[in-house]
């Protein structure tokens, strides 16, 4: 879940890179009920160049793209419809696989995709009740737009920075998030002020048009259900949980059949943020972020993950679109994932380990660069692997109304 991705509700929690007013236009401001748009919509385009290097294999490099195109519709304005918006979201996603040489647990590239195609990554409708107070939303949308998302790790470009790995790896083939997302609805209420309390339930499998499989409703796999409660004001604190409604594939034991054995899947996280220096015009503003999530165990490779780090915005005096991000992550095998290493030869170890450190800057226009650094040790789990580098440079030009 990265920022730049995450355009117009992304979410993000993520900026979407514009071209600014001049000042010109801000001399015709229009009256205010005029600066609000039936429709609204928004292009970005990233590339990523990523070296890796270590893990006893030659270097190597790849190139890997994502391109977003967004848009939402006002039905109030457009057919009196009160407190309704159509919002959806089309990715094309191709390149390179630079994990496959990384070989890492967690990945190091959130735009990275195991089949690059074009699809029609989110379409839902909100429904806004109490003077926006209460949120209602039904179709296929991005689950880590809503839940497990702290707005300080949104720079980086690691994908446990986005979701943790323990809920990013459940499900037949995925939970709602990036790439594909799933059929489903969701429901939050804004209580005294600060405080919500918002809960999701969605196709536990995901499949949109332009997936493999196309379009999926059936819920024949049951569903997936979060919940999240917390208090976001000047920083955030939150808890959340989730469960499938249906058992899961165990990862290492089988039935007397010879199939997978199924469990039930579920676990927990807290995440928090918290602002240094802070303030619209503030040099240096600075943030921290923490993030703990467990699972049960025995459906996915990982029995907990964290991780944590500060986001450093107008990094110097004049650019006001400077940022610096470091990122710190760990993610905590179970038993049966080492058990699993074990049976192939290798040496497990306890955990993986990654830090990241990116700056980002607006150059010209609607053009950012950001160049990234990440080591990784521990790559997939296993204890005596050679620690991986990765060198990235990403950039972004994005558009929009």
């Known amino acids: 879940m990265h920022r730049w991705i995450r355009a117009p509700k992304m979410v993000g929690a993520l900026a979407v890179l514009a071209c600014g007013p001049t000042g010109a236009a801000l001399a015709q401001t229009p009256p205010p009920e005029e600066k609000v748009r039936t429709f609204e919509w928004s292009v970005e385009y990233l590339g990523d160049v990523i070296a890796v290097a270590g893990a006893g294999v030659r270097n190597s490099t790849f190139y890997l793209d994502n391109l977003s195109l967004t848009g939402s519709l006002d039905l109030e304005r457009l057919i009196g419809w009160k407190g309704a918006k159509l919002s959806g979201q089309f990715l094309n996603n191709l390149g390179g696989r630079p994990n496959e040489v990384a070989g890492t647990l967690e990945g190091v590239d959130n735009i990275e995709v195991a089949d690059p195609a074009a699809k029609l990554f989110e379409l839902y409708l909100d429904q806004n009740f109490a003077s926006d107070r209460i949120l209602a939303r039904v179709g296929f949308f991005d689950l880590n737009a809503e839940f497990y998302t702290t707005e300080s790790a949104g720079l980086l470009v690691g994908p446990a920075f986005g979701i943790g790995s323990e809920l990013a ?14 059929l489903g609805a969701l429901l939050r209420g804004t209580i005294a002020g600060d405080f919500y309390l918002q809960a999701a339930g969605l196709n536990a499998e995901s499949g949109v048009p332009g997936d493999p499989g196309g ?19 000047a920083g955030k604190l939150a808890i959340g949980g989730w469960a499938y409604t249906t058992r899961q594939e165990d990862i290492r034991e089988i039935d007397i059949a010879g199939d997978p054995a199924l469990r039930r899947a579920f676990g927990a996280y807290f995440i928090a943020e918290h602002p240094f220096f802070s303030g619209d015009e503030a040099i240096r503003a600075t943030s921290a972020f923490v993030r703990l999530g467990v699972s049960e165990g025995e459906t ?16 110097f005096e004049g650019r006001a679109d400077s940022e610096l991000s470091l990122g710190l992550r760990a993610a905590k095998l179970n038993g049966k994932a080492r058990a699993n290493l074990l049976d192939r030869g290798e040496n497990p170890a306890e955990a993986e380990f990654g830090v990241e450190l990116t700056f980002s800057d607006r150059v010209h226009g609607p053009l950012r660069l ?16 050679r620690s991986v580098f990765v060198l990235g440079f990403r950039f972004g030009i994005a558009f929009g109304q």
Not at 223 to 232: F, P, Q, R, S, Y
Not at 370 to 385: E, R, S, T, Y
Request: aromatic share 8%.
């Open 300 to 315: 996915t490779p990982f029995a907990a993950g964290a991780q944590t780090g500060l986001h450093v915005a107008r990094v």
């Open 169 to 182: 790896s459940t499900g037949p083939n995925g939970p709602s998030i990036f790439p594909s997302t799933a």
């Open 370 to 385: 950001q160049p990234l650094v990440q080591w990784n040790a521990n790559p997939g789990g296993i204890g005596d692997a």
């Open 215 to 233: 379009i999926n409703i059936s819920f024949r796999d049951g569903a997936l259900v979060i919940a999240e409660t917390g208090w976001k004001g």
